[in-house]
């Protein structure tokens, strides 16, 4: 029964893939699925659209003063005011940066490079340090925000483009920053943060670790180890069953499994697995979660998890053997995960677009 369900559900997808103009492609077994240029046309759309739109914004700011309060998003962050809140502006800058990478032909990507080259200048940046310099904004975007930086500006390092070049130079000091705060913060971090939305310890964690790895930054990178095993390397019996929350875009229990399988060798990853998801937990997070109403901003953080479960899943399926159950367990629910959400991608709701084309690209990246 549950592998009827399985294929009916990608039967369903694939005729709303052929219905979307082919926006993207499936391979044989339906575990790999590829943006097309149309489809990576059409989710670029969403973040140019709000990029430098400036309202409606939830800034998150602490103000100090009256002048300080009545500052505007822009005046705040110039380079990242857009797309609702600083972190949503980020990571559609790296979708962007991910989309020009594979398809430089795109029809968008003559705006993108003047978007970029207009945003990312040395002094908007500049300003963004100063922003984080204040006595009150060192925790700004601790660190979910923190973490989507590294994930743009490791995209751009891999990025042999006269213009990536300028723009990976660009914002190379807030990236600096960003790991000062990190390393100052890492020892201080006496328990991890186990929620399902911006906090959670582990996701920020995954993308330090990537962006070190990247970038041969060796110090942060042992540091980043080193507070993950301090977190993380003991937990047993996660309560997968309670996931998920009515607002989670992470789940709590992946994204820490997501996190270990980079931190320790295969062998070890499977001993602290097996004892991390007991019975049938790790079953349970394989039902899709009921989005109930796209229009409701936290609601709609649902779709949201439907993609980071996916990439969670096809990244630690990948490390299971082909005779472990749990491993194609995992990529059905995966491709299930990434099939229920992406035909809602661009659902007319700003609540969903000014992000979710850059969750919905993460899980479609074969990686």
């Known amino acids: 029964m549950k592998k009827i369900g399985f294929i009916t559900t990608i039967l369903i997808f694939q005729i709303a893939v052929a219905q979307q103009e082919k926006f993207f492609t499936v391979n044989a077994d339906s575990t790999t699925w590829s943006l097309t240029l149309v489809g990576a046309s059409h989710l670029a759309s969403l973040p140019l659209k709000c990029l430098l739109q400036e309202y409606p914004n939830k800034t998150s700011h602490t103000a100090i003063s009256d002048s300080d309060q009545l500052m505007t998003p822009r005046q705040m962050h110039p380079a990242f005011y857009g797309c609702f809140d600083w972190h949503s502006c980020v990571h559609g800058y790296w979708m962007l940066t991910r989309l020009l990478k594979i398809y430089p032909q795109m029809p968008e990507a003559d705006r993108i490079r003047e978007i970029f080259n207009k945003q990312l200048t040395p002094k908007n940046i500049a300003l963004e340090i100063r922003y984080l310099d204040g006595k009150l904004s060192k925790a700004f975007e601790r660190t979910y925000g923190w973490a989507w930086l590294l994930k743009l500006h490791q995209e751009l390092n891999g990025f042999d483009d006269a213009d ?181 991608v661009a659902s007319g709701e700003y609540g969903g677009e000014h992000w979710l084309a850059s969750f919905a690209v993460y899980a479609l990246a074969n990686e």
């Open 164 to 344: 990536a070049r300028n723009w990976k130079k660009n914002l190379q000091p807030l990236v600096d920053k960003v790991i000062v705060l990190w390393k100052q913060f890492l020892p201080k971090q006496t328990y991890p943060n186990r929620t399902g939305v911006h906090p959670n310890t582990a996701f920020g964690l995954v993308f330090a670790l990537d962006y070190a790895r990247a970038v041969k930054d060796t110090s942060f990178e042992i540091a980043v180890i080193r507070s993950a095993r301090q977190l993380f390397f003991t937990d047993k019996n996660a309560p997968a069953n309670w996931e998920p929350d009515g607002t989670d875009f992470l789940s709590p229990s992946l994204e820490e499994a997501d996190l270990m399988r980079r931190v320790l060798p295969r062998y070890d990853f499977i001993r602290w697995f097996n004892a991390f998801y007991p019975g049938n937990a790790l079953e349970h997070l394989t039902h899709l979660p009921q989005v109930s109403d796209r229009t409701d901003l936290q609601i709609v953080h649902l779709d949201g998890l439907c993609f980071s479960r996916s990439w969670c899943m096809k990244h630690i399926a990948a490390l299971l053997t082909a005779d472990d159950k749990r491993r194609t367990l995992l990529l059905h629910a995966a491709t299930k995960h990434l099939a229920a959400s992406l035909p809602h």
